[in-house]
């Protein structure tokens, strides 16, 4: 099979396991529909079920398009685990002794508790290690011939991309279609590379979802968003050449420390072109939505925030 027909399946398979997915999510959730229920910054309520529904899509569309063994083991460990912890952090959060970000998880470890999204900070990073150790070389044709430190190296800095990108898709998470745009822009540049078929993933699992999270009655949660941050973080590791790796890391590890004292969505609604791309296809601010059917008739459970 070609490349380019392989990496078309790959996004056909990601948008149908996604859809297919969510609407057997939908027909039967975990625990009951109330479970999922959240609610988003206009204060609706909007259904999780989009993130393992995503996850799935992810998973399928890499199984197809990832073109070996390792490729495919790598993106299935990073996927599975930021999404298992993801949905850890999104269903077990404590709201009443609620930590905000990495420096709020981190700190609250040192005091000797251990939140879900401290959890997640290090449930996330070892998987991302672990797939980054299982991913095929990028920038040598024999692993044999390469120095030990080089390649402990590469393992080290590309688990920490993968983990970082899925903090930080999880941190633009913050209004409908932001995190799904993002990564989409992400990785339409890696389709042509060895990490196209994780790529094609990525634009496929998206394509199955924006819909309805632009309609705001689904929204990704820590599950979905760490899950296609992990997925766009192993395409660059399986795609870009060390250098850009090196750079991408550096650039994500910067917006992460920015992320400590401002805000995104701040910053985007000041921004030209990044204004109009992040609004593209949402419902005006004065138009309410319906939200995901409830059939408990529970009210929401809280407001989704990111680690």
């Known amino acids: 099979m070609s490349g380019p027909t392989r990496r078309l399946l790959a996004g056909v398979a990601a948008a149908v396991a996604t859809g297919v997915t969510r609407g057997a999510l939908d027909a039967q959730p975990p625990g009951g529909a109330h479970v999922w229920v ?18 799935a ?15 495919a083991a790598a993106t299935g460990v990073a996927v599975t685990g930021a999404a298992t912890f993801g949905l850890v952090d999104d269903l077990g959060e404590d709201t009443s002794t609620r930590a905000k970000g990495l420096r709020g998880h981190l700190g609250a470890l040192r005091e000797g508790r251990l939140t879900t999204g401290a959890l997640k900070v290090l449930g996330i990073g070892a998987t991302a290690l ?40 999880n941190l633009l998470d913050l209004r409908p279609g932001r995190a799904l745009k993002a990564s989409a822009l ?80 701040q910053v985007i609604a000041r921004t030209p072109g990044l204004r109009e791309l992040d609004a593209w296809g949402r419902r005006p601010a004065h138009v309410p939505g319906a939200g995901p059917t409830d059939p408990v008739g529970e009210e929401p459970a809280g407001t989704h925030d990111p680690a």
């Open 186 to 265: 992400l990785v339409a540049p890696l389709v042509a590379t060895r990490g196209g078929g994780v790529a094609a993933a990525v634009l496929g699992a998206g394509t199955g979802a924006i819909e309805q999270d632009l309609d705001e009655t689904d929204m990704l949660g820590d599950g979905g968003a760490n899950a296609l941050g992990a997925a766009v973080g192993t395409a660059l590791v399986l795609g870009a050449p060390r250098r850009v790796r090196l750079a991408a890391l550096a650039a994500v590890v910067a917006l992460t420390l920015a992320s400590e004292r401002i805000s995104f969505t």
């Open 57 to 71: 899509g992810l998973l399928a569309g890499s199984l197809v398009g990832a073109g070996s063994w390792r490729a």
């Open 130 to 169: 672990l797939a980054a150790a299982v991913a095929p070389d990028r920038d040598r044709t024999s692993a044999a011939r390469a120095p030990r430190t080089l390649r402990a190296a590469d393992v080290l800095t590309s688990g920490a991309l993968v983990a970082g990108t899925a903090n930080l898709l």
């Open 38 to 55: 959240r609610t988003n910054h206009r204060g609706e309520p909007v259904s999780m079920l989009e993130g393992p529904a995503v996850a």
